[in-house]
């Protein structure tokens, strides 16, 4: 008995047939223009990233699993999914490895003031810089330490850094010298000349980055942020970048994206912008379909499946 699935998101012939060959009877709708017909009843598994603004999933009678392509599922109707017992899984990993290089890319890119060299050789302007750090003996805290904290770990601790870490409980991880439990927050921050966040949104962590935080960071401490533009409150990120409590960030998520025209962060000399681009890479569709993959095979065959989320936690 075959199994109706949608797609939001075309894998491409040879790859949609091996899908179909588990026992699938897939219809392809771009996620742009998806919305529910009659014809789509019979749907037990949806495969998308984000056709919740115009897809009614709660019309889905015999939908049972939903398979996103992001790791973040903030764009996703909880409550709905909750009271209709379906099951709800992520990416997790999927983009970890080039988002874990976009990390170390960016704290190198600040501690050797590159934004500053490129804007010289623009303008072709001879200036050297004698302001340059390095990143070897430095501590990088990262609040989160799931796979993306850990692929940037595991990249950073070849430099020679201190890699401290905050999650829930404090468990160890590897990578990182030494762990903190999220209520000691504040403790580990103060060691740290970077701060990386790569911790899941959740109505926990919104705004987590605060003023009262942000002023128990050290002095010209250096900012990234992979995780969601939320985490941050953008009008206490301004204020301390224009005082030089925080001596550089590099942002690659926002409040509100698009990033606004007329956001103060743009025209900030100490502001590294990414246009929520640090997930892709020449890999990403092939991880991506192997994780799809993988799952619709266990689904179909009544086994356990990866990256289930827990819908009371958010991640």
């Not at 179909?20 to 037990?44: F, R, V």
């Not at 993306?148 to 595991?154: F, P, R, T, V």
Request: net charge positive.
């Amino acid at each position: 008995m075959t199994i109706k699935a949608i797609f939001t998101y075309n894998y491409g012939e040879e790859r949609m047939g091996k899908i179909s060959n588990l026992g699938y009877n897939i219809e392809y709708i771009d996620e742009k223009i998806i919305t529910y017909k009659n014809t789509l009843k019979d749907t037990e598994v949806l495969v998308c990233y984000d056709p919740f603004k115009t897809l009614d999933i709660g019309k889905f009678n015999k939908l049972k699993y939903i398979q996103l392509s992001s790791i973040g599922i903030d764009q996703v109707p909880i409550t709905i999914i909750k009271n209709n017992n379906i099951t709800l899984c992520n990416n997790k990993g999927g983009y970890s490895i080039p988002m874990g290089e976009w990390i170390v890319l960016k704290i190198l890119e600040m501690f050797k003031n590159s934004k500053t060299a490129y804007e010289n050789q623009r303008n072709k302007k001879w200036k050297m810089d004698m302001s340059l750090l390095e990143l070897y003996g430095k501590t990088v805290g990262f609040i989160g330490t799931g796979s993306i904290a850990q692929e940037g770990a595991k990249r950073l601790s070849a430099f020679g850094v201190n890699i401290l870490g905050i999650n829930t409980n404090g468990k160890n991880v590897q990578f990182f010298d030494k762990c903190f439990d999220i209520g000691n927050i504040k403790t580990m921050i103060k060691y740290c000349d970077v701060i990386v966040l790569a911790i899941p949104y959740t109505k926990e962590t919104h705004h987590l980055i605060n003023k009262e935080l942000i002023n128990n960071m050290r002095d010209n401490v250096f900012l990234v942020n992979v995780a969601r533009g939320t985490i941050i409150d953008e009008e206490a990120l301004i204020e301390a970048l224009k005082s030089k409590k925080i001596k550089m960030a590099a942002l690659d998520v926002f409040e509100n994206e698009p990033l606004n025209k007329d956001s103060l962060l743009w025209d900030l000399d100490n502001v590294i912008i990414n246009s929520h681009n640090s997930w892709v890479s020449d890999n990403k569709d092939m991880r991506r379909y192997e994780l799809i993959y993988d799952n619709l095979r266990r689904y179909k065959n009544g086994e356990k499946l990866l990256n289930t989320v827990d819908l009371d936690r958010g991640y």
